[in-house]
């Protein structure tokens, strides 16, 4: 686990948070309302899947990290968002690069605040990208 931290006064705050390798994220995570970054990398397992280190889905907790601007969920398995990521109206950049079952373009789709939505290796359709751009016009929507 490696983390940012940025000091205010006498007290730590995390606003910046990188995990690697992990099967879940642990739930203290989501009690830190300043987290602006987090990042789950996960593994990548075509020589080792039983020994995969990799997050299979985004827990409902993530709702509360109201403040969170940036997402990077690389490498994972996650096929779909739980409805409390609606939650994070600061949001900008949300990356599930190489989430290879990733479908779940409705959820996306209520996301209007985003500006980057990244999904290299997600296997998504020209014609569901489409729609989602026509959805979302001001997100920068990259898939290759």
């Avoid at 990799?54 to 996650?78: F, Q, S």
């Avoid at 980057?116 to 959805?135: A, M, P, V």
Wanted: hydrophobic share 35%.
């Amino acid at each position: 686990m490696i983390s940012t931290v940025t000091c205010i006064g006498q007290n730590k705050v995390i606003d910046s948070l990188s995990l690697k390798g992990i099967k879940e994220i642990p739930n203290e995570i989501f009690e830190n309302d300043n987290l602006i970054y987090l990042s789950v990398f996960g593994q990548d397992c075509d020589i080792r899947p039983k020994e995969c280190f990799a997050i299979d889905k985004l827990p409902p907790e993530i709702g509360k990290l109201v403040n969170l601007e940036e997402l990077r969920l690389t490498l994972n398995y996650i096929q779909k968002l739980p409805n409390e990521i609606l939650n994070l109206r600061k949001l900008r950049i949300l990356d599930l690069t190489e989430n290879q079952h990733f479908s779940d373009l409705e959820t996306i789709s209520k996301m209007h605040w985003l500006e980057e939505f990244y999904c290299f290796g997600c296997y998504i359709s020209d014609n569901e990208i489409e729609k989602l751009r026509k959805k979302l016009p001001n997100c920068k929507i990259l898939i290759e």
